[in-house]
């Protein structure tokens, strides 16, 4: 059965302000409108590179990023795996903990590759 992976870049979801700092409500909401896009159109696994972000996020907004991302229920049904450069590994490893914690899908990757080969692995039954 094939497989259909959507690749999504940071700035297709990351809003910041004018003065640099995130937009997270506007965040929040074009990754939900982005998800739902992926429900409706049938069964896709994610890749979200977040390599070329600008925007670097805190801690409480790595937390409810990765609370809002677990709430949609498309998520625990598809795979989101999570590409990062080695730098931002530890704060990928929480987003991908508190998705897992609520349901989502969710891996964090800082190789391509290996990212692509987790998404179009047969889960076991």
């Known amino acids: 059965m094939p497989t ?4 999504i870049h940071t700035q297709d979801y990351i809003r910041a302000a004018p003065d640099g700092a995130l937009d997270l409500t506007a965040s929040r909401d074009l990754l939900k409108d982005l998800v739902t896009q992926f429900d409706t159109a049938g069964q896709y696994h994610v890749l979200v590179d977040t390599r070329g972000a600008e925007v670097r996020l805190s801690i409480i907004n790595i937390f409810e990023l990765g609370v809002a991302l677990a709430a949609e229920p498309a998520l625990a049904r598809e795979k989101v795996a999570l590409l990062v450069p080695p730098e931002e590994k530890v704060n990928a490893e ?32």
């Open 4 to 7: 259909n992976i959507q690749i």
């Open 94 to 125: 929480f987003f991908e903990t508190v998705g897992i914690n609520r349901g989502a899908n969710l891996r964090a990757f800082t190789d391509f590759e290996t990212a692509i080969r987790w998404l179009i692995m047969k889960e076991p039954p």
